[in-house]
């Protein structure tokens, strides 16, 4: 269990009625079956509380919680007002998100971003563009990078390998690019280190002030080393701690941790502080 209590950008809650949701779909089956080995989760759910208790074992303060829109792309919805009663009955521990199919009407998309960001205080939106196999440079996103600049709202991206059986070249962290030239005020998190493409990530990261990275869904002692090195030395302020919990369980994440050998200083800024800042929170 970390010291410092953690805030993690990408978890995904399974209570029984959102696993079916998500066990309707091969993709997902596949991921949770054959990548994680986790068919469980799938197949019977995790109650919320069970969730909650695996948090406080691990020292885990706040998650982020995002709904998923793609029922033009993939037949998944979880509504975003779920996850604004998810926050309610979890006060103080979720971080809402809103999810926005890529595929949707893109009007409606803006007034869905305004409502639960500026109503409702959701923090970030949440997008995976290779469900729709776009990449996140095409121009359908650029109204919604511009609401978000607006708003104030980080916009968190599936970058890397998609694990799910759906075309992995619009995860290319390169293709983060021009959005961060075009949108210098934009705060993008690409997810997952962007592995096989980390050192596309690492140069993102590098070159844009407002680019930053989180390690969801890669245990510890699968990261690729040029990403701890960057972690450690001039990423220090750049990578963000995330599990996608439950595809990683906390116990399979932090099992292997003290083995990074993190600083007092950078195990603080990649668990919570570097979060913090990029959504704009104390």
């Not at 010291?3 to 993690?8: E, K, L, Q, R, V």
Request: aromatic share 10%; with cysteine.
């Amino acid at each position: 269990m970390p010291n410092t209590p953690a805030i993690d950008v990408s978890v995904r809650p399974m209570p029984r009625e959102i696993a079916e949701r998500y066990g309707r779909l091969p993709e997902y089956r596949h991921i949770f079956e054959h990548i994680f080995r986790r068919p469980d989760v799938i197949n019977q759910g995790i109650p919320l509380e069970e969730m909650v208790a695996e948090m406080d074992r691990h020292n885990i303060e706040r998650i982020l919680v995002s709904g998923y829109d793609a029922r033009l792309t993939r037949n998944l919805h979880v509504e975003n007002e779920w996850v604004a009663a998810l926050a309610e009955k979890l006060p103080g521990r979720v971080i809402p998100g809103v999810g926005i199919d890529p595929k949707r009407d893109i009007m409606e998309s803006l007034d869905e971003i305004e409502r639960f960001g500026r109503d409702k205080g959701f923090r970030f939106v949440r997008m995976l563009p290779y469900a729709a196999d776009l990449t996140p440079d095409d121009r359908r996103f650029y109204p919604i990078y511009a609401k978000c600049c607006e708003l104030d709202m980080a916009v968190w991206l599936q970058v890397g390998h998609t694990a799910g059986l759906m075309p992995s070249d619009p995860g290319r962290p390169i293709y983060l690019d021009r959005v961060a030239l075009d949108f210098p005020r934009l705060k993008l998190i690409g997810g997952h280190i962007g592995w096989p493409w980390e050192s596309e990530m690492i140069a993102m990261a590098l070159k844009h002030p407002n680019v930053y990275f989180s390690t969801c869904a890669h245990a510890p002692d699968h990261w690729p080393p040029a990403a701890l090195q960057f972690l450690k030395t001039r990423g220090k302020r750049k990578v963000i701690f995330g599990t996608n919990w439950p595809y990683i369980g906390y116990d399979r994440y932090f099992q292997d941790f003290d083995r990074l050998e993190l600083d007092p200083q950078t195990e603080r800024l990649f668990l919570r502080d570097n979060l913090l800042r990029v959504l704009g929170l104390q």
